[in-house]
């Protein structure tokens, strides 16, 4: 029997009341907090009721994880995949999207179907959700991430969305790890970079990042500074910008590697043996471990991601998430981001909250764009935190700078201040008005006085 955490049981629970109005449901939860043992709990209820179930993965690499987390859980399966075995008479099967909607036609019944990393994926994910649909099937997309990395929402495919706690709520219950969040010194100029379709023109940004000797340099140097001995990865821009970080890191004396998706499983399977047993200390990439990723159900070792740098400006939150999922599973230690290209600045911080929404976010100036959330660089450690006065990290004080004040000439008007009529510049009187109404919110005695108080400090006069 699989057993579930709290959390995970009150999901599990929230899936099923949306199952009962809807048939397409988009289950969200954070990465690591184990929708894959959620999903395999569901199946082993689904399929002890006589159903058919396919579990469908993007990537090939996630068929191997999967089978090997089904296996662990007890669950029998089948693949529709290339080069694997296929049968006919399964209740259960793995399925890779891409082989599946070249196999239409000979595809077997089921009537539920479950599509992991479900935001990710475009025309095949669509034949083969629109297939089982006809038919009548249950639909449920895993995602920690609800949105395309367009920004584009899942609202094609899924009627209903349900939540699982948060990143904060995980951390602070010891589901999911702790950090600490660090900037680079060195600030890539991407001003020149064209965007296409809502993230960095690739090649643009491959080719730039392949010349920030400086950067590549500071990740070293900070690997060695904060993270040293750690389990490590590097996201890069391209693949050939992973190989030259991996070679700058051996030319340091710290042992590392390149890994990438056109390795095949057997060339990657003992660099991730001796990564989980510290021969390695680093892994660079660009896009392989970005979905996905687990390194202890890969490896049968009980070991995780300590940390990582990031060397790859992005667009994409739902990328960005993703890659900061991989080091946030649980340890008694926290982890720690290197951010070298200021994503942090785009996206916020790991744990801020976010609102999800099949709409997805705008990548331009509409209601639903996605909301900038401000993080402060510490100059004294290079701590990455909300805005504050000190860094609570090392307990430098910011430098509070004064405010220059801007003489306005303009139109003066008659305004009622309690018993007194005042004049005040015409452009002010609305500024005025809300001082006031803020002042009123906030319980401060005398609002009106406090607003003209602060209006006068504005304009200069005592």
């Not at 994926?121 to 959700?129: A, F, H, L, N, Y």
């Not at 981001?337 to 997805?360: A, Q, Y």
Request: hydrophobic fraction near 35%; aromatic fraction near 8%; charge should be positive.
């Amino acid at each position: 029997m699989i057993s579930l955490f709290p959390d995970q049981e009150r999901l599990v629970n929230k899936v099923r009341d949306a199952m009962k109005e809807s048939k397409s449901v988009l289950m969200v939860s954070p990465t690591g907090s184990g929708k894959t043992r959620m999903a395999a709990y569901m199946i082993d209820a689904a399929r002890n009721k006589n159903n058919k179930i396919i579990f469908t993965v993007p990537r090939k690499d996630l068929l191997e994880q999967t089978s090997l987390d089904f296996n662990k859980h007890g669950i029998t399966h089948s693949y529709i995949a290339a080069e694997r075995e296929y049968n006919p008479h399964s209740n259960v099967y793995i399925g890779m999207i891409d082989t599946m909607a070249r196999r239409l036609d000979r595809l077997p019944k089921a009537n539920f179907i479950i599509h992991d990393e479900a935001h990710f994926g475009e025309g095949s994910r669509d034949k083969v959700i629109k297939h089982y649909e006809s038919s009548g099937a249950w639909n449920l997309g895993l995602s920690a991430t609800p949105t395309k990395l367009s920004g584009k929402g899942l609202i094609c495919w899924y009627n209903r969305m349900v939540e699982g706690e948060s990143i904060r709520w995980l951390i602070d219950n010891k589901r999911l790890s702790a950090y600490t969040y660090y900037m680079g010194k060195t600030k890539p100029d991407l001003s020149h970079i064209d965007t296409v379709a809502g993230e960095y023109n690739r090649g643009q940004l491959s080719d730039y990042m392949e010349h920030q000797g400086a950067i590549v340099g500071d990740c070293v140097s900070d690997y060695r500074k904060r993270c040293m001995g750690r389990l490590h990865i590097v996201r890069c821009a391209s693949i050939k910008h992973s190989q030259m970080v991996a070679e700058s890191f051996r030319s340091a004396g710290i042992p590392a590697r390149h890994v990438d998706g056109e390795m095949s499983n057997a060339e990657r399977k003992p660099v991730f043996m001796a990564f989980a047993r510290r021969e390695l200390l680093v892994l660079t990439f660009s896009d392989l471990l970005n979905f996905g990723f687990d390194l202890s159900q890969i490896t049968g070792i009980d070991v995780c991601i300590e940390s990582s740098s990031d060397l790859k400006p992005s667009k994409s939150l739902a990328g960005q998430m993703q890659f900061w999922g991989r080091s946030l599973r649980y340890k008694d230690y926290g982890a720690i981001f290197n951010d070298h290209v200021n994503n942090c600045m785009t996206h916020g911080l790991p744990c801020d909250e976010r609102e999800w929404s099949l709409d997805g976010v705008d990548k331009g100036t509409g209601s639903n764009k996605e909301k900038l959330i401000p993080v402060r660089q510490c100059t004294e450690c290079d701590f990455c935190s909300k805005p504050s006065l000190v860094c609570p990290n090392c307990g430098f004080v910011y430098p509070v700078k004064p405010r220059k004040i801007t003489h306005v000439d303009g139109e003066l008007v008659e305004v009622k201040i309690g018993d007194k009529i005042v004049k005040i510049n015409k452009d002010r009187k609305k500024q005025l008005h809300t001082l006031i109404n803020l002042a009123r919110k906030k319980g401060i005695p005398n609002a009106e006085h406090f607003a003209m108080t602060i209006i006068n400090k504005q304009s200069g006069r005592a």
